[in-house]
């Protein structure tokens, strides 16, 4: 088997060293003889976990002390119902930014509980984060959410909205870490852990304090902020071991130079792939404007901006003989998707820019 170089959208590539590190720890926790797997939540060793990865999470974001940092079962979509339930009873009506898949998906989920306007058109084909100046803003919101990279789109906001005071909601799932981020201009901060923090089951939600006490009656306990916060994030036996992994791969991300670091990485290598992408007289495409191209996910096309199957098919072929591995677009979108999260190498993205610029050589005349 050749070496694998793992492009995957999520659950995504962990960094080498952390699996050396959970390889180590795996059956003798730091010393107690037994594995986190078997350890009681309620244990001393289990709160010491908890306030560490917490710890590590307000010094990587610089997290104000007015904000609780929580661990939340359910992931990503967990907090899709979570937002609303604990913060739409204010006013009954919340705003979404709509610019992909997941977007969409946490609007339609929001529905259930109350109004939802929707702050840009409607659309189906994302390629963009239309100007602040175009949207549709209602006043009365109870908070505006976006998301702040679509993974599924490639589709990555490159600044701040202004809400004029209604508490802005951000779904960073996709990029949580791989950036400074002002965390007062944000009232929640969320994200499922799978995609650039750890792997699936947990969501880190980062809020500020005078959002909580809201939740509507009908909130599940296991969903409630207020709850969770009061509880220290132990209201029930929670998701430990992928918050573990989580605060293993934070702790990695400040051994590497924290966020500044891993911001400039993604820049080096991201451009390398879209670099390639503009060389290419349109060989190969890349449907998103150049202002929203997302650092994290790059989705593209080969042989027309509609893509040639075919064609799309033989480099997806080609790559995973190569160990160029998860390649492939989201089903609903085609293509191909190549994600460039904080764990994948610079050397790694250079393989894949190689493998592209081969496959560019070897067809650009049958286009
Ligand atoms: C993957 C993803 C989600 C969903 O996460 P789950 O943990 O699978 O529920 C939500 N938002 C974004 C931006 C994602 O990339």
């Given amino acids: 088997m050749p070496k694998i170089y793992n492009f995957g959208a999520g659950p995504a590539k962990l960094p080498e060293e952390v699996y050396e590190i959970i390889r180590n720890e795996l059956t003798d926790y730091e010393g107690t003889g037994i594995s986190l797997l078997e350890t009681s939540h309620r244990s001393q060793t ?12 307000r010094r990587l974001l610089n997290v104000p002390a007015n904000y609780k940092v929580l661990f939340l079962p359910a992931g990503g979509q967990g907090e899709f119902a979570a937002v609303p339930l604990n913060l739409m009873s ?54 505006v959410h976006i998301c702040t990279n679509e993974t599924i789109h490639g589709v990555e906001f490159n600044f701040i909205p202004d809400t004029k005071g209604v508490p802005l909601v951000a779904d960073m799932s996709s990029n949580f870490m791989s950036r400074k981020v002002d965390v007062s201009k944000f009232g929640v901060i969320y994200g499922g852990a799978q995609k650039n923090i750890g792997t699936s089951g947990v969501a880190l939600v980062i809020v500020r ?21 009061k509880n220290d994030s132990i209201l029930n036996t929670p998701p430990m071991f992928a918050i573990y992994i989580m605060g293993r791969v934070l702790q990695w991300i400040e051994r590497k130079g924290g966020l500044d670091a891993m911001a400039e990485a993604a820049e080096k290598k991201s451009s390398l792939i879209y670099n390639i992408i503009e060389g290419s007289n349109g060989f190969y495409y890349a ?3 150049k202002n929203s191209r997302s650092r994290m996910n790059i989705p593209f096309r080969i042989g027309s901006s509609g893509g040639n199957e075919t064609l799309e098919k033989e480099f997806l072929k080609g790559a995973e003989a190569m160990g ?4 492939k677009g989201h089903r609903s979108v085609g293509g191909i998707r190549a994600s460039t999260y904080n764990a994948v190498t610079l050397e790694e993205v250079q393989k894949l820019a190689q493998y592209m610029k081969d496959f560019y050589a070897k067809h650009k005349d049958l286009i």
């Fill in 324 to 327: 160029l591995i998860q390649l």
């Fill in 46 to 57: 289990y709160m010491k976990l908890n306030t560490e990865v917490q710890e590590v999470v």
């Fill in 90 to 143: 204010r006013t009954g009506t919340a705003d979404y930014v709509v610019t992909g898949a997941w977007s969409e998906k946490a609007a339609k989920e929001a529905k259930k509980y109350g109004k939802v306007n929707l702050v840009v058109p409607p659309t189906n084909r994302y390629t963009g984060v239309p100007d602040q100046s175009t949207w549709n803003l209602d006043p009365n919101a109870s908070y």
């Fill in 287 to 289: 449907p998103v404007a």
């Fill in 209 to 229: 304090e005078d959002l909580l006490n809201q939740a509507m009656p009908i909130c599940p306990s296991i969903l409630d902020w207020t709850q969770t916060a």
